[in-house]
């Protein structure tokens, strides 16, 4: 049983016949009641917040519904709720941020370019090769922005931190297309001042409250994170669970046709703003290498519909049917990689458990997988730059975005298997492996100057730079486990070794390139030139060994082996990656990497280690 309180309106909804039989002062009596309730638990009582089956009152919602069922008709639209008077409101909690210190006065006086440079930021941003998330809907923008300029000091605090963050972004992006651009603000040369004035913004509006743009902004400000640094953000992180949590207790997770009463418009663009949520949750949960805070399984919230801004406004009564998907547009890639964030979310949940899958449900998992692939339309397909000369950037990045999200499902959902032993696995995660490291090297060459991408080098992010990571250290993994496997099955034939220590080179002169902007590819560029440097003092295999039965050149595999655990003594105290190398690549223990991939239990009791014992 679920309660929902709508703005302005209210509404109980009960499961069943019971609820088609409730009468209309009943009903009415319900509405009171639980208005008056959500009255104490939070002083906004005009704004929707949800409760789920979980608290207290989904009871009183059976009780009510009893009393209906009985043809009573409850009194408690009378009841006059005596409350003790509420202390002045002096702010939020303390590790919320005391905005007492500044006003919304102060920030627009301060920090708010004038309105030419804030049009061409937002021009710049909308229109331009910006990759805009689509939560705010640009017609709907335009005109609360045309009334911000009406009477700024009025505007809401959290509607301002949104503006703050689209002209923060715009401005980075135009730092690298346009060096050599005026200031934006006398006395600023830096474009952080946006940024800070976003957060403040935030702290002034009570962000950490449910309410309206609180979602929105967080999300914004995430990105605006984002666009800082090739690196993890573990600030974006924190503020996307904020975001996350609110958007549960505004009920975005569940779909405004089944709870709630929304417009038309209003039920799209929560449909679009939980999408977001859930995709940079877990992107950025993922390259955190932390749990998602999000549980699909308790969501029916819908995929948003593959519309432009100018097919739906606020005057829609009926939503148009999605556009066909044989049309890259700009909004396609976001509905594509919505679909793809449940096997993806599968996967991450796999990686990150204690309790290892049978071989049946690795199997099952690996088919979904490719399955979810099978249904990227083909105008999102990757293809060589040498065959993207017409295309534009966008395009060609958001193929890349992609694709990427299969292959590091491939290599995430493998490794761990692989790590102990089974063939088929290992061939998975060496083929995802080398294409993804391959098409990354291919984008890197037309970052240089002259290159086809050079003015837009900013489209690189931390989330693909983290993938190409994941890639890299994935084949120097296979390199270790062809070398110390003593199944012969299990080693790598000489071409794809070939293939392998040729990535790595290539992939070594781009890590240190990105060594000064990326900490993490600092760190990797460190172990690559390791095991390259051990590979060549090693012997080289002098014979080819075959691709195992079962395990075929697509990918596809056709009768899962059997998987066992590499038996080792564990590690009494944990140590630094970069600390324990040698030069041996035999002596590479990687259970330093990943000990929880190298425990000393099989990996399903009673199967032998390797394959084909």
Known sequence: MVTQIMQNQTSVQSHGQSASRLSEGAQDGIESHIQAIDSIQDDQPNWAIYAGSTHWSAVLNDLLDLKALLHFTPEIQNVQYELPEKPPHVGSEPIFGAFNSFSLDKIVSDFLPDKVNVDRLLSHYFQGPVFIIPILHKYQFQRQYREFWANPVEAKPLWLSILFSICFISAEVRKITDPAGPPLKEHFTENSFLHTAAGQCLVLGEYNRPQAFAVEALAMYAQSKHVQTLDPSREAG?????????????????????????????????????????????MTSFELGLPSNICLENCDTKSPRNLFDSDFDEDTRELPSSRSENEATRQLWFIVKDRMMIS??????????????????????DREIRHMYETIPKVLRVSDMSESVTESPFIIFTRIYVEFIYLKCQCVLHRRYMARGNAS???????????????????????????????????????????YLLGVMVLCFALHVSRNKHDQSLHIDTNTRQEILTLLESSHTILVDKSTS????????HVVRQILDSTKKSPTPTSEVRSPPGVAKNLEIAQPQTLGSRGSEPLSEPLEPLTFMNDSIRDFDWTLFDPEVFNQESLWPGQPWGHGT
Not at 242 to 258: E, K, M, S, W
Not at 344 to 365: G, I, N, P, T, Y
Not at 518 to 525: G, I, L
Request: some cysteine; overall charge positive.
């Open 425 to 467: 696995s290992t061939a998975c995660c060496i083929n995802a492996g080398k294409r993804l490291v391959s098409q990354f090297i291919d984008i890197s060459k037309e970052f240089s100057p002259g290159g086809q991408l050079y003015m837009q080098r900013w489209m690189l992010t931390n989330y693909t730079m983290n993938d």
């Open 238 to 282: 924190v503020v996307l669970s904020i975001a996350v949590r609110t958007a549960y207790h505004l009920g975005y997770h569940r779909d405004p046709d089944l709870s709630g009463r929304f417009t038309v418009f209003e039920g799209e663009m929560r449909r679009r703003c939980w999408a977001i949520c859930k995709q940079m949750d877990l």
């Open 344 to 365: 993806f979310s599968k996967v991450c949940r796999d990686a990150l458990s204690f309790h290892m899958k049978s071989e049946a449900e690795v199997v099952q998992l």
């Open 518 to 525: 990326c900490k993490d590819a600092r760190r990797v560029s």
